[in-house]
């Protein structure tokens, strides 16, 4: 399975990105699909998740009411809307699928991971 993620860039605090992330799986319905960050000296982090099944997501606290993950299975793709964008969300965004996964916080769940796209949000 391969993952390519895009869409980060530059944008001032207030501003919104939409970050895109396409598998290369013909089940890409059976993934949970995750959004993780990794900010400059900091570790990994979780950000948001879209359970395989059910329609269920779950977003980091300090994300929640901001960002909206949401998957189009037909396009094999997964979205992360961010809104509200402040200098704190600055980081590497990684997309993550885990076949039948059942959890989504713990990035040691997930078996396939993409390259990474970095979001800069300027004060």
């Known amino acids: 399975v391969r993952l390519q993620a895009f869409g980060g860039g530059l944008v001032q605090a207030g501003g919104s990105l939409r970050l895109s992330c396409t598998a290369s799986v013909r089940t890409f319905s059976t993934y949970t699909l995750s959004w993780f960050r990794q900010a400059p000296g900091k570790e990994r982090e979780f950000a948001a998740g879209a359970l395989w099944s059910g329609g269920t997501s779950r977003y980091a606290d300090s994300v929640k009411g901001r960002f909206t993950i949401s998957r189009d299975n037909a396009r094999n793709t997964v979205y992360l809307q961010m809104n509200s964008l402040k200098p704190e969300d600055t980081a590497v965004y990684y997309c993550?699928?885990?076949?039948?996964?059942?959890?989504?916080?713990?990035?040691?769940?997930?078996?396939?991971w993409g390259q990474g796209t970095l979001v800069t949000v300027s004060s």
């Open positions: 993550a699928a885990d076949r039948y996964g059942l959890e989504f916080i713990d990035g040691r769940d997930y078996d396939y």
